[in-house]
């Protein structure tokens, strides 16, 4: 599954690419100028640089996503696939600015600078944030787990469980190598919610009363005796 977001989102930047030499009218902000600052921009070489780079771009995600696969670290192409898409945005940015003659203040390129400084910023705390294990609670039969796609839920029955089926779909979730943190379909188990630093057992798996299945790893032993303990 991981692969074939991998070739769709591939193809899409790919021919987004070939989209925006054809028409350039698509590329965001040169849509909005008037007529007078097309003139003084050169469409021509801003058009061919940014569907080089789209292209680029997408080779890389998809040849990426390919040897990933081929090497059995399929668990690594989503990683790969922030890493492919978000490092050349900024260069592609700052590059399209040399194609617009147009009178520029100093403030216009301190925006773009500081876009860039906070999409890496932004994009490196996301990661490192999602990929934290996650703080869990216990009070009673009440469960409460905190950070992305977090929850609180009353615990029907829990148990100790060394293996599960193979993570499938994501419907709603984040993964990023081995870490697995929201929404997805487990091979014989159906949709559960996936707290999982690590795709290697012990599990826990947790019963919520209205039925909803929990997997959780990498917890404190104090907390996963709590919880064990329900």
Known sequence: MDLLINLIIGGFLIGTGFLVKANPMTIAGYNTMSEEKRKKVDIEGLSSMMRNHLIAM?????????????MGWQNMSGVWLIVAVMVPIPFMLIQAQ???????????LAVVIAFVVILFVGTGGFLYYSSQPA?????????????????????ESARQVNEIGKIGLKTNGFHMGDVYKGHFMVEQLGECLLFLQSTKGPFIEIITTDGKKIMVNGVDDSIAKVILEK
Do not use: C, M
Not at 136 to 155: H, L, N, P, Q, Y
């Open 58 to 70: 997408g080779l890389l995600v998809i040849v990426g996503g390919l040897i990933l696969d081929w």
């Open 98 to 108: 040399k194609y617009d003659h147009n009178k520029r203040s100093p403030g216009k």
């Open 135 to 155: 703080q869990i609670t216990v009070d009673g039969r009440t469960i409460a787990i905190s950070g992305f796609f977090g929850t609180k839920a009353e615990v």
